[in-house]
């Protein structure tokens, strides 16, 4: 059974970084694509970004380009999203997700963003 564990979020002012990670298991990690999703109070969830299992990676929307990246490590079975200049309207929960398992979430880990 697909697991995700979501971690490192918090509370940072506007211009900080956080690093999200999310541990994944009951899957062949590194042949699976993953992503990173995020949304908001009141909003859809909305993708942020993707990595394949051999690192190709695209970021979503253009709103966070340029900001958010997306890395993996398939020796340990982990996702990350590096978030710098953050703005107050990336405050969300942000969730990982495997693209060929869409039913699977974990419980998504919140990230706030004060002015």
């Known amino acids: 059974q697909v697991h995700l564990v979501e971690s490192g979020g918090g509370l940072v002012q506007a211009g900080g970084s956080l690093r999200l990670s999310c541990a994944a298991s009951?899957?062949?990690?590194?042949?699976?694509?993953m992503a990173w999703h995020r949304q908001a109070p009141g909003k859809q969830r909305e993708l942020v970004a993707v990595?394949?299992?051999?690192?190709?990676?695209?970021i979503h929307p253009d709103s966070v380009k340029g900001r958010f990246t997306i890395s993996r490590d398939n020796e340990k079975n982990m996702v990350y999203l590096q978030m710098n200049s953050l703005k107050p309207e990336d405050t969300a929960v942000y969730y990982c997700?495997?693209?060929?398992?869409?039913?699977?979430w974990g419980q998504g880990t919140q990230v706030t963003v004060s002015t």
């Open positions: 997700n495997v693209v060929s398992y869409p039913g699977y």
């Open positions: 009951g899957i062949i990690f590194r042949i699976n694509t």
């Open positions: 990595i394949t299992g051999g690192g190709y990676s695209t």
